[in-house]
């Protein structure tokens, strides 16, 4: 399978939609069978969540309706991500988690990144993605089960977790608060 250097070919902006395409130019356009599309989607699985696991936190621009079509059609293995990743998978103890989300703008449920930092999902709430300031911010609380988390970065003192439940607000309870600016 071809390779891409996503980190020196691309910027933080442009690097995630490449990925996105550059994986979704390995799913078929007509269709197959089952036996068929398992077998296309095991074969670039193991590749697709290596390279997820390692430009995510460099990613400052994600798609997150495609990011989870393609999270959601290869088969996913912890084995399959980048050693540091994994290590802050394992380094999660516990059955659950208390998962926060900042976002502006929007109190509905987006996105597939969380911290599990209060204090670093108010900076994004308050601050956007590159410290811009925002309008109306926005913290959402949940909390989730170990199981829902497939990724997880303690780099950038950011405790970031990844979901692979896009949808995760119309199965469980989210708390969103309006911040008050500071």
């Not at 296309?40 to 079509?69: E, N, T």
């Not at 988390?149 to 692979?164: D, K, N, Q, T």
Request: net charge negative.
């Amino acid at each position: 399978m071809e390779t891409i250097d996503f980190h020196r070919n691309y910027g933080s902006i442009s690097r995630g939609r490449a990925f996105i395409e550059f994986y979704e130019d390995k799913m078929p356009e007509s269709e197959f069978t089952y036996a068929e599309w398992q077998s296309l989607s095991d074969k670039f699985a193991s590749a697709f969540w290596c390279d997820l696991s390692d430009i995510w936190a460099s990613l400052d621009a994600i798609d997150h309706q495609s990011m989870y079509i393609l999270m959601n059609t290869f088969r996913y293995d912890e084995s399959f991500l980048t050693k540091e990743c994994q290590q802050d998978l394992s380094a999660l103890s516990g059955d659950s988690f208390t998962i926060y989300r900042g976002q502006s703008g929007c109190s509905e449920m987006s996105g597939l990144a969380w911290t599990l930092d209060r204090t670093v999902a108010e900076e994004f709430a308050r601050n956007g993605i590159h410290g811009s300031g925002v309008e109306t911010a926005y913290l959402l609380t949940t909390t989730v089960r170990r199981d829902d988390i497939v990724m997880a970065f303690s780099g950038r003192r950011e405790s970031e977790v990844v979901l692979m439940d896009l949808d995760i607000g119309y199965w469980i309870d989210i708390s969103v608060e309006e911040l008050t600016p500071e």
